[in-house]
């Protein structure tokens, strides 16, 4: 069916949603941070993204960011944020994404929301891009 990548720094959470979206027929890659999960992007584009919010090393909202800056098409693919911190409408507005869930999710709901973002393919629209502190002058 589709090529969905899965970033999640909990192993269990990533072990139980892969094993739902391979037995939906999905095809399933899977990585522990959001650096690990650029990588996998490089070397094949795929449908959707399934991200966690906090992890170590590059969290959910700073892959997403690095997805729309390092533009190669990446920008265009539609992101579900995935978590239970509190904010994480806020989180997902300024990622620019409509998909999100809160954990913990029923397998009915997290099977919607691929559908939903796989039917209708909506690329996130980031509100805040990070920016680069000014340069020191003398």
Not at 47 to 65: Q, R
Not at 96 to 118: C, E, H, N, W
């Amino acid at each position: 069916m589709a090529d969905l990548v899965i970033i999640d720094d909990d192993p269990d959470n990533v072990d139980v949603l892969a094993e739902i979206m391979a037995s939906a027929g999905h095809h399933v890659r899977v990585g522990s941070n959001g650096e690990a999960g650029l990588k996998l992007l490089h070397e094949q584009r795929p449908d959707l993204v399934l991200l966690d919010v906090e992890m170590p090393i590059l969290d959910g909202p700073g892959m997403a960011s690095a997805m729309f800056v390092h533009n190669l098409g990446m920008e265009q693919i539609p992101v579900i944020l995935l978590s239970g911190v509190v904010s994480l409408r806020d989180v997902a507005a300024r990622v620019g994404t409509p998909y999100f869930l809160s954990k913990p999710y029923r397998f009915t709901q997290i099977m919607a929301i691929v559908d939903r973002a796989l039917a209708e393919r909506v690329p996130p629209r980031p509100t805040v891009l990070p920016s680069k502190p000014a340069p020191k002058t003398r």
